[in-house]
C-alpha cells in the first residue's frame, strides 16, 4: 500500500499566486516526521520544510507553510506568492520514528510545478 | 562550507562495464544513501549505511555495490549485471536518531548507456 501519496502530478498556477500541493500519508507510528523537497530541472533536492507528528502548529519557512491535518493523514505544502524560479518538482516525504528501519524516508511520486508568467 | 559532493556529474557507460560513482560528505553525517531516479519518478532507495563498514540493502539494490570504508565516503559501483542502468544518481546523507533530521542531497550523476 501507499504510505505516501501526491494525487497531483502536475500543476500549472499564475505567478504571485498561492499554490497548495497535496500529499497524504498513511502510518501507524505515532511518532513520525514528514518532509517536502524541491527539485529544480538541474537535479539537486532541496530541502524545504518538516512537520513533526507530535507539532502543535503548522510549521512555516519564509513563503512555504505546511498545512498539517492529523485526523485526516494530510500535510499540504503552501507556497505564498509563487516566483518564476518555483517551478520544479516537490516531494512529499515520510520517516517512521518508531516503526520505521533504519531512519529510511519514503517519498511520494512527485507533482511538477510549473508558474506561468 | 559543508555539504555533499557527487561526481562525475555525467558518466557513460559500456556494455560489460563496472562505473562507481563517487559521493563524499563533509557534514559529519554518519548515515548516507544511495537513490536511483527514473525520468519523471520519485526516488528509489538502492543503498543505505548507518556507520563506517555497515551498509545494507534498500528497495532496488540488484547489480548495484557499495563499501563504507570512511565516515566521509560512499561510492557506489554500478556492475555490469544492471541491465538498464541509465538513471539519475543521487546521494545523501543525514544525522540518524532523531525523526527530524532531514536527508541532505548531493547534486547527482546522470549515467547514460554508451
Known amino acids: 500500500a501507499q504510505k505516501i501519496t501526491q494525487t497531483q502530478p502536475g500543476m500549472f498556477v499564475q505567478e504571485k499566486e498561492a499554490v497548495t500541493l497535496d500529499c497524504t500519508y498513511d502510518?501507524?507510528?505515532?511518532?513520525?516526521?514528514l518532509f517536502w523537497y524541491k527539485q529544480p530541472s538541474s537535479g539537486e533536492m532541496i530541502f524545504l520544510i518538516y512537520?513533526?507528528?507530535?507539532d502543535q502548529q503548522n510549521a512555516t519557512e519564509g513563503r512555504y507553510s505546511l498545512n498539517f491535518q492529523k485526523a485526516r493523514k494530510s500535510a499540504n505544502l503552501v507556497i505564498s506568492a509563487s516566483q518564476l524560479g518555483d517551478s520544479a518538482m516537490y516531494f512529499c516525504?515520510?520517516?517512521?520514528?518508531?516503526?520505521?528501519?533504519?531512519?529510511?524516508?519514503?517519498w511520494g511520486a512527485g507533482t511538477k510545478l510549473i508558474i506561468k508568467p | 562550507d559543508g555539504g555533499i559532493t557527487q561526481s562525475p556529474k555525467y558518466l557513460f557507460r559500456k556494455e560489460g562495464q563496472n562505473v562507481t560513482l563517487s559521493c563524499e560528505q563533509n557534514?559529519?553525517?554518519?548515515?548516507m544513501y544511495w537513490y536511483r531516479q527514473d525520468p519523471g519518478q520519485g526516488l528509489r532507495l538502492i543503498y543505505y549505511?548507518?556507520?563506517?563498514?555497515?551498509?545494507q540493502k534498500g528497495d532496488i539494490a540488484e547489480g548495484y555495490s557499495v563499501s563504507r570504508e570512511k565516515k566521509e565516503s560512499f561510492p557506489l559501483t554500478v556492475t555490469s549485471a544492471q541491465k538498464n542502468p541509465t538513471a539519475f544518481y543521487l546521494c545523501?546523507?543525514?544525522?540518524?536518531?532523531?525523526?527530524?533530521?532531514?536527508?541532505?542531497f548531493g547534486d547527482g550523476t546522470r549515467l547514460s548507456i554508451l
Open positions: 545523501a546523507s543525514s544525522i540518524p536518531g532523531p525523526v527530524n533530521q532531514p536527508q541532505h
Open positions: 557534514l559529519n553525517h554518519d548515515a
Open positions: 549505511s548507518q556507520i563506517v563498514n555497515d551498509f
Open positions: 502510518t501507524s507510528d505515532p511518532s513520525y516526521g
Open positions: 512537520q513533526g507528528s507530535y
Open positions: 516525504a515520510m520517516r517512521e520514528g518508531t516503526l520505521g528501519s533504519n531512519y529510511q524516508l519514503i
